[in-house]
């Protein structure tokens, strides 16, 4: 993949930048793919149940409102994505067991950690447009994911 700073450059016409400033988890730390999104905010049946789909290499987009009252993803969501296929996570909320994290090989971004774990009652909505950071994130459009930040494309782009 190269770099979100060259893909801006040469697509700055078309494409959004995130200006949430995020923190990265797992190993992989660039990464890419069609956007699935979910909104749940302290409760993570939704993303869990979509975690357990074929991710294809997609992303995962979660809209957590920003909360970083209770993790949304911890060491075993974060070992099914890896196992399912999903090439990463962006998290609007918090995660967990970060040191775990660290060492699984899928991109995961979020807003910090609390030990706290989610609620599990299926609040929420899968693949339904989510905003932040000045991005709507559309189910089916791409995202690109770096040290440099996050873009986002209507189309695949290199």
């Known amino acids: 993949m190269r770099p979100t700073t060259d893909l801006y450059d040469d697509h700055e016409e078309t494409v ?5 400033q995020f923190r990265d988890f797992g190993t992989t730390r660039a990464f890419a793919g069609r956007i699935r999104t979910v909104r749940c905010r302290e409760d993570n ?5 979509l975690l357990d789909e074929p991710g294809k290499g997609d992303v995962v987009v979660v809209d957590g409102g920003g909360s970083t009252a209770a993790a949304l993803m911890g060491d075993i969501l ?3 994505a890896l196992n399912n296929g999903w090439s990463g996570c962006v998290i609007y909320g ?3 067991d970060s040191v775990e994290l660290a060492t699984i090989a899928v991109g995961i971004k979020a807003l910090g950690v609390n030990p706290a774990k989610s ?3 299926g609040a929420g909505e899968v693949d339904v447009p989510v905003q932040f950071g000045g991005v709507t ?3 089916g459009h791409w ?6 930040g996050i873009l986002v ?3 695949r782009i290199e």
Do not use: I, M, N
């Open 16 to 20: 959004q930048t995130c200006s949430v």
């Open 45 to 49: 049946q939704l993303f869990r149940s």
């Open 119 to 121: 609620a599990k009652t």
């Open 137 to 139: 994130f559309e189910p």
């Open 143 to 148: 995202v690109y994911c770096d040290a440099d």
């Open 78 to 80: 974060g070992a099914k």
């Open 153 to 155: 494309s209507p189309t």
């Open 94 to 96: 918090a995660v967990r």
